[in-house]
């Protein structure tokens, strides 16, 4: 694959000790950065993640830290007052509901509120009546 990254630099923003890893796949990277605070990018020329994590300065750690704040909110907001979930789904699930979610054309939060409607909330789907309509002809 031509546009395949050959590293991820990742950059903790929680003030430890040795902040900056270089990792040779996603699945490292993602383990890595799993509920810890950080920047990280792929590049496919592992000096050009060393560049990158070396030009990582104390003002653009601050403005990332701004900017997730700010995407957070915004994601919150969207909710109108749900409550946002994260979670990992294994590899085979996510492929299913992605192609499920084309298919019906729907977004993720539009499919698990329907979900949970009608399976934990016993709800019919609020169309339900007007597709049920006899029709004229």
Known sequence: M??????YAIHFTDGRK????????????SEYIKGAP??????????DAE??????????????????AKHRSSVTDKAQNGKTYTFTLPKD????????????NISLGEYMADLIRTD?????????EEDDEELPF
């Open 120 to 128: 934990l909330l016993g709800k019919e789907d609020e169309d339900t």
């Open 51 to 68: 560049d990158w994590l070396a030009g990582i300065t104390e003002d653009k750690e601050k403005q990332h830290k701004e900017n997730v």
């Open 18 to 29: 040795d902040p900056d890893v270089l990792v040779a796949t996603w699945e490292e990277c």
């Open 93 to 104: 699930c996510a492929k299913a509901l992605d192609e499920e979610l084309k298919i019906m």
């Open 38 to 47: 950080n920047m990280y990018k792929g590049f496919k020329d592992p000096k």
């Open 2 to 7: 031509a546009g395949k990254n050959k590293v």
